[in-house]
């Protein structure tokens, strides 16, 4: 398997080892729909869109999209055969119960009492005919843990991708080139690509979105609790909303949009490739990733913006290329707003582009030990020449949406003082996770470990509270605003150069 380790010439570079990847990407919700293998969403978005944590399994379960709802039973129709042999059943279900039983970190379980679970839902597990009955079993032990990252992928979600990711295009996915948030209960595009699809058809922020495809949103939120965590409604209603607008390339989307002169607009788009690189990580189904950068002027003072999706290697190169335009700006921002996690090492890397000093960006807890997470200073540019990491002012842009290693590097810089958070607070969903092949097929994906940052604080469960809440209202996508931006902006145009970031505040 595949750690990392500090080069201090390159920063990030894989190492063999024999310990697995640690990567940070909460797990989607693997019962979203009742034919896992029928649908084109999962082949490529599986663990960036529908993820459900453990306290929230149940209210992520959806309807089915049109395109992907099971026909109806018909009479004198074949009994469905079992599809699971029973000699894999009970294999499963210990594997996966003695996996966390060995790594995770707290032996108290969150409180579970581990031994007894296995005793109460083992007679189930060996009673399972079929793979949603094992997962059903599955997923009920994992949730009674109520924490993030801690799920079961199934095996037709994994397999697709590996059948589809050798050929690039084929594993590409296409979209109508907008972003939408739950903003006041409603779902409103907050970002339209001015070059894709959406735009094309006249969509503009602000647009609250009525109807996807044929499917009411009041209809395909009825699951959802009205007591639930607002954040985790945000990422239902995202979720909810991304899937039904992706699909293959070429094919169309059509959903019904309130204008801003409060005028309903039922509007067919044709779907685009999604920008980036596909990338594939160990078990896990393959994601595009990418990273885009500008500079702005506010006030008379150039801002450097960077933004990307997820935390993958392939965007390493990336990221040096864009710190090394940027460079000379006055202050430079991080958007990280929907970015959801990626491989928690990286945060050590991007983070050495503005410290100064080799000091954790935080600490990962394990049963065995605890491994801090030291910063590597980027002293060297892509062109091998000797730089000094950017030493202005700097902001991370978050949201509900920004997850697991995007809370882990905004935390652990808010913590040192190296970056101002502007934005909303994030998702709370800050586990370092493995994942395993269970012998039928599936993936077990588990937290290995806890996460503090330099000052001892846990994003788990809390998220990382912004320097500076933003809220978010439909008027002001209206008008042509970026609300949370705007903001970063208008104080990296004012802000002083900070001090420098001298050593760790880590408690144990």
Not at 40 to 62: D, E, M, V
Not at 173 to 178: I, K, Q
Not at 411 to 440: D, H, K, M, W, Y
């Amino acid at each position: 398997m595949v750690m990392y380790r500090r080069d201090r010439s390159r920063g990030l570079r894989p190492a063999v080892t024999g310990l697995r990847r640690v990567v940070n990407i909460p797990p989607r919700c693997s019962q979203a729909v009742p034919n896992l293998s029928s649908v084109p969403l999962l082949q490529s978005r599986a663990l960036l869109t529908l993820f459900c944590a453990a306290t929230s399994l149940s209210a992520c379960r959806t309807t089915p999209t049109p395109e992907t709802r099971p026909e109806p039973a018909r009479e004198n129709a074949t009994p469905p055969t079992p599809e699971i042999p029973a000699t894999l059943a009970l294999p499963t279900f210990d594997s996966a119960w003695t996996i966390i039983a060995r790594t995770h970190w707290d032996t108290t379980y969150n409180g579970v009492n581990w031994r007894a679970l296995r005793d109460t839902l083992r007679p189930r597990a060996e009673a399972a005919k079929t793979r949603a009955e094992l997962r059903g079993v599955l997923q009920q032990m994992v949730g009674a843990l109520k924490q993030s990252h801690f799920s079961i992928i199934p095996q037709e979600v994994s397999d697709v991708v590996e059948s589809t990711s050798a050929n690039a295009q084929a594993s590409r996915e296409g979209h109508v080139g907008l972003t939408v948030r739950w903003l006041n209960s409603q779902l409103v595009v907050t970002h339209v690509d001015t070059t894709g699809p959406a735009h094309a058809a006249g969509v503009r922020p602000g647009w609250l979105i009525r109807r996807l495809g044929s499917d009411s949103i009041e209809a395909r939120f009825r699951r959802v609790p009205l007591d639930l965590d607002p954040r985790r409604v945000a990422l239902a209603a995202f979720s909810q909303a991304d899937g039904a607008l992706r699909g293959a390339p070429g094919t169309a989307a059509t959903a019904t949009f309130v204008d801003g002169a409060q005028r309903e607009q039922t509007l067919t788009m044709t779907r685009v490739a999604v920008p980036g690189t596909s990338v594939k990580f160990g078990n896990l189904p393959a994601i595009m990733s990418n990273l885009d950068w500008e500079r702005r002027v506010e006030s008379g003072k150039t801002i450097g913006i960077i933004r990307f999706n997820i935390w993958m290697p392939v965007l390493a190169r990336e990221f040096d290329v864009a710190m090394d335009s940027l460079r000379g700006s006055d202050a430079i921002i991080l958007d990280i707003r929907g970015n959801f996690g990626g491989v928690a090492g990286m945060s050590m890397g991007f983070a050495g582009h503005f410290v100064d000093t080799v000091i954790p960006v935080g600490i990962m807890k394990t049963r065995a030990q605890d491994i801090k997470f030291a910063i590597n200073p980027r002293r060297v540019n892509t062109a091998n020449e000797r730089v000094s990491p950017f030493d202005g002012p700097m902001a991370i842009v978050v949201d509900e949406l920004s997850v697991s290693t995007s809370e882990i590097f905004a935390g652990g810089l808010q913590s040192l003082g190296r970056a101002r958070i502007v934005g909303s607070r994030t998702a709370g969903q800050a586990l370092p996770a493995v994942a395993e092949r269970l012998p039928n097929g599936d993936i077990l994906y588990h937290a290995i470990a806890d996460f503090l940052s330099p000052s001892g604080g846990r994003a788990e469960g809390s998220g990382v509270t912004p320097d500076e809440s933003i809220g978010l209202t439909r008027d002001a996508f209206l008008r042509g605003g970026d609300p949370a931006l705007d903001a970063a902006l208008r104080w990296a145009a004012t802000a002083p150069k900070p001090p420098r970031v001298t050593g760790p505040r880590i408690t144990p």
